[in-house]
Nanobody
Framework: QVQLEESGGGSVQVGGSLSLSCAAS????????MGWLRQAPGKDREFVAS????????WYADSVKDRFTINRDNAKSMVYLQMSSLKPEDTAVYYC????????????????WGQGTQVTVSS
């Protein structure tokens, strides 16, 4: 079983920063693309960011470009999401996710999910 555990969520003020972490276990970490999704109350789950299996490429939703940064540490089997200049629209539960197919550059399948971590941005 692949298990993903998010941490680092909390409450911050508008314009603040927050870093999320995701610990992965259950399979060879560095063979799979990783990413983050989020879901705000009453809204659909949306893509936030992803990093390729190789770590050489990243993708971001337009709404978070230049504010969020995704990176991975294969030695620790960890994925991170650094968030800055936070807005109220960023308030959501953030989920760590990984693909079900090896060696993909761009995250496609969202095969496995963590339990999520709440991020609340207030003014």
């Amino acid at each position: 079983q692949v298990q993903l555990e998010e941490s680092g969520g909390g409450s911050v003020q508008v314009g603040g920063s927050l870093s999320l972490s995701c610990a992965a276990s259950g399979r060879t970490f560095d063979r799979y693309a990783m990413g983050w999704l989020r879901q705000a109350p009453g809204k659909d789950r949306e893509f936030v960011a992803s990093v390729s299996w190789s770590g050489d490429n990243t993708w971001y939703a337009d709404s978070v470009k230049d504010r969020f940064t995704i990176n991975r540490d294969n030695a620790k089997s960890m994925v991170y999401l650094q968030m800055s200049s936070l807005k109220p629209e960023d308030t959501a539960v953030y989920y760590c996710t990984t693909d079900g197919v090896e060696f993909r550059e761009r995250l496609v399948d969202f095969e496995y999910w963590g339990q999520g971590t709440q991020v609340t941005v207030s003014s």
